[in-house]
Every structure is written in C-alpha cells, then in structure tokens.
C-alpha cells in the first residue's frame, strides 16, 4: 500500500511562501495518477488546493491559481506545493493525496502550518 | 467555487440508521456522477468511504451506501455503530475541472 509523507516547514512569515514536499512510499508516481494537496483550517473543513499528474500537467482551484504552484519530480518520487503571499487565512494542516476516480483514495498524515510574524 | 452544503450534526442511536445530504448545483454534483465520501476522527486524516456516488472502496464497511437524486448526494449509515462517530464530508467533481468538498456533518452516536 502507498504511503505519503508531507514535510516542510511549520511556521512561515506573512506575505512569505509556503513550501511543501509529499514522499511517495513506493514510487508510484510514474502510475499515470494524478496527486493533490488538501488544506483543512484549525476546526473547518475541507479545501481542494490543485493536483498535478506524473507528467505535470496542473489543475489549480480558481480561487487560489494566482498564489500556487504545484509540481512532480518523478525521480524522487515526490510532489510539492508552492503558496506565495500567504497570509494567516493560510494557517492550516495541508495534506497530500493520491487520486483514485475522481476521489482521494491515500492520505499522508498532514502537516501542520502556521502563518505568523 | 461555493462549498456544497451540508447539514451540521446528524445523531442516532446505535444499530439505527442515518443519512446524510451533500446539496451542490448542476456544475458539480448534478453534472457528474463523481461525488465522494470521507469519514475524519478527530486528528487524523480523512479516510474515503464512498466513490463514484455509489461505490466502496475496499476496506470501507459495507453498512455505508451512497446515492444520488438531481443536485443532491447522500450518504446512508446503516446499522450505526459507536465507531462511526466522526465528521463526515462530501465531495464532488465540478465543471470549473477542480474539486469542492462539502460544509462537514458531524455524526454523533446516542
């Protein structure tokens, strides 16, 4: 079974950039799927942020495709998230996601990220 | 991209059954038959219940059962169990090719 592992950093300043990297267990990235990041505010729900596919075609949420960039790196069998001028409406626990349909099948634990002077 | 809705809090006894509404329009849920289902307890990461309107994964109880009317998905708890209380959240597929998660329900067991 796939794993996901998010990592980064915790804390970034305001109008910084978020910057995150999803680990894929087992190298699967190069299966022709397609990989997300999800963001849930402390006590809010769910927030799809874009996705990329093993050969880096994107798909933003038109709320936040001004500020993201999402991309792969096959032979690290990795993917990342980019978030520019964040501020603290960032704040939230940011998960990586593998796509099963149109669902999310596997996710990592979550990390998560703090926006704060 | 409005956030499908939701009811807050659905409860109900142990062995009863529930069910839960996901309301979106005919650019997400209407439009696709790509509504999903995630079961969340506190701390952890969501856990995929249902796909595809209709469909479980493998490892999802049998006792949870999607379905889809028009604009509205649901979800069905049959034969609730203490287990199963946890915040619960639908998606869909949408016209804009991006994905909207619903408002959340919380279902609490009696």
């Known amino acids: 079974q796939v794993q996901l592992q998010e990592s980064g950093p915790r804390l970034v300043k305001p109008s910084g950039t978020l910057s995150l990297t999803c680990a894929v267990s087992?190298?699967?990235?190069?299966?022709?799927?397609?990989w997300s990041w999800v963001r849930q505010p402390p006590g809010k729900g769910l927030e799809w942020i874009g996705e990329?596919?093993?050969?880096?075609?994107?798909k933003y949420s038109p709320s936040l495709m001004s500020r993201i960039t999402v991309s792969v790196d096959k032979p690290k069998s990795q993917f990342s998230l980019k978030l520019n001028s964040v501020s603290a409406a960032d704040t939230a626990t940011y998960y990586c996601?593998?796509?099963?349909?149109?669902?999310?099948?596997?996710w990592g634990q979550g990390t998560e990220v703090t926006v704060s002077s | 991209q409005s956030a499908l809705t939701q009811p807050a809090s659905v409860s109900g006894s142990p062995g009863q059954s529930i069910t839960i509404s996901c309301t979106g329009t005919?650019?997400?849920?209407?439009?696709?038959?790509?509504v999903a289902w995630y079961q969340q307890h506190p701390g952890r990461a969501p856990k995929l219940m249902i796909f595809?309107?209709?469909n479980r994964p493998s490892g999802a109880p049998n006792r949870f059962s999607g379905s889809k009317s028009g604009n509205t998905a649901s979800l069905t708890i049959y034969g609730l169990q203490v287990e199963d209380e946890a915040d619960y959240y639908c998606?869909?597929?949408?016209?804009?090719?991006?994905?909207?998660f619903g408002t959340g329900t919380k279902v609490t067991v009696l």
């Open positions: 595809d309107v209709i």
């Open positions: 998606s869909s597929y949408t016209t804009s090719k991006s994905y909207v």
């Open positions: 990329v596919d093993d050969s880096g075609v994107t």
């Open positions: 005919s650019s997400d849920v209407g439009g696709y038959n790509y």
């Open positions: 087992d190298g699967s990235i190069s299966s022709r799927s397609w």
């Open positions: 996601v593998r796509h099963h349909s149109f669902s999310f099948d596997v």
